[in-house]
Nanobody, 128 residues
């Protein structure tokens, strides 16, 4: 079945870096757009980054632009989120999500409703 498994979360200090990974299985992930969401306690799940099926186009929310980088290795069926200059407000559960088949273009990637499958999430905690 379709499965997304995140890893790489943890407890870090403000200013540190982390790299999250998302291993995809059960579908041809190399042909799908992928994204990262996060949900802080008491808040809604927000889309923070997206990447087109071929990696040519990316999207970032204002809150992470310039600090986070999304990438993918289609040979490994894995999507990454490199997080630098972490802040306490980045504390959340981070989820990998599947976008659409051959999804591309920034206008497409920034639409949360285009993502239909999520992983179980990985906790990221940033202390001040």
């Amino acid at each position: 079945q379709v499965q997304l498994v995140e890893s790489g979360g943890g407890l870090v200090q403000a200013g540190d870096s982390l790299r999250l990974s998302c291993a995809a299985s059960g579908f041809p992930s190399s042909t799908y757009a992928m994204g990262w969401f996060r949900q802080a306690p008491g808040k809604e799940r927000d889309l923070i980054a997206g990447i087109s099926w071929n990696g040519a186009t990316t999207y970032y929310s204002d809150s992470v632009e310039g600090r986070f980088t999304v990438s993918r290795d289609n040979a490994k069926n894995t999507v990454y989120l490199q997080m630098n200059s972490l802040k306490p407000e980045d504390t959340a559960v981070y989820y990998c999500a599947r976008g659409g088949l051959y999804g591309t273009g920034r206008a497409y990637l920034l639409q949360p409703q285009e993502y239909d499958v999520w992983g179980q999430g990985t906790q990221v905690t940033v202390s001040s």
